[in-house]
């Protein structure tokens, strides 16, 4: 397997921009995850899914972030607008439903200017 | 809500044995996860405890003990490769908090 996917490895934008995240789990892991990292904050879970459906969001800052799962192999992560503040690496996991070992992808660094 | 404390920084030579300790507090506890992530990368799995005790992988082993809301992860034979992050976490159902990590840095 691939592992999981992630897109762009890079962004750049600038503030009030749309930015759109993407991931693709591995195959057969019922359990999605979304994490950012920062220097202050350190690694925070912003949401996860299971089976597609959202089960937990209390991790998402602001309604300025939003994510999907419209299908078992595809989940977005999107912020609008973007503000320099959302500046972290974002990364997306998944597991295979124990919740104990999750396989995190490359993530995503993004930088809003 | 959960609060994890690791040492922030541990440094040692080639060969030797470190030690991360863990104390957690949380509500709603099945087990404590170490993770390891390299500078640039993304955060790989090392080893999980659900249960009282010492778990080995090679020259990894990690502890935990419920009661006292503690647990640790052992390096051992350290090696270069293994300068590094690592965190604990606890995980509430199918959900990790995360520690703010320890940043091991080994010495030749």
């Known amino acids: 397997d691939a592992g999981v996917i992630q897109s762009p490895r890079h962004e750049v934008t600038e503030m009030g921009q749309e930015v759109t995240l993407r991931c693709k789990p591995i195959?057969?892991?019922?359990?999605l995850f979304w994490y950012r990292q920062t220097m202050m904050r350190g690694l925070e879970l912003l949401i996860y899914?299971?089976?597609?459906?959202?089960?937990?969001d209390s991790g998402m800052p602001e309604d300025r972030f939003s994510a999907k799962m419209p299908n078992a192999s595809f989940s977005t992560l999107k912020i609008q607008p973007s503000e320099p503040r959302d500046s972290a690496v974002y990364f997306c996991?998944?597991?295979?439903?124990?919740?104990?070992?999750?396989?995190f992808g490359p993530g995503t660094r993004l930088t809003v200017t | 809500g959960q609060s994890l404390e690791q040492p922030s920084e541990v440094t040692a030579v080639e060969g030797a044995i470190v030690q991360i300790n863990c104390t957690y507090q949380?509500?709603?506890?099945?087990?404590l996860s170490w993770y390891q992530q390299h500078d640039g990368g993304a955060p790989t799995f090392l080893s999980y405890?659900?249960?009282?005790g010492l778990e080995e992988t090679g020259r990894f082993s990690s502890f935990l003990s419920r009661s006292d809301s503690y647990g640790y992860l052992l390096l051992q034979e350290l090696q270069m490769k293994d300068s590094a992050s690592y965190f604990c976490?606890?995980?509430?159902?199918?959900?990790?908090?995360f520690g703010a990590g320890t940043t091991v840095t080994v010495r030749a």
């Open positions: 996991a998944s597991s295979s439903g124990t919740g104990a070992e999750q396989y």
């Open positions: 195959s057969g892991h019922d359990y």
């Open positions: 899914f299971n089976n597609n459906v959202p089960i937990d």
């Open positions: 949380t509500s709603g506890f099945y087990g």
């Open positions: 405890n659900a249960l009282d």
């Open positions: 976490a606890v995980s509430n159902d199918y959900k990790l908090s």
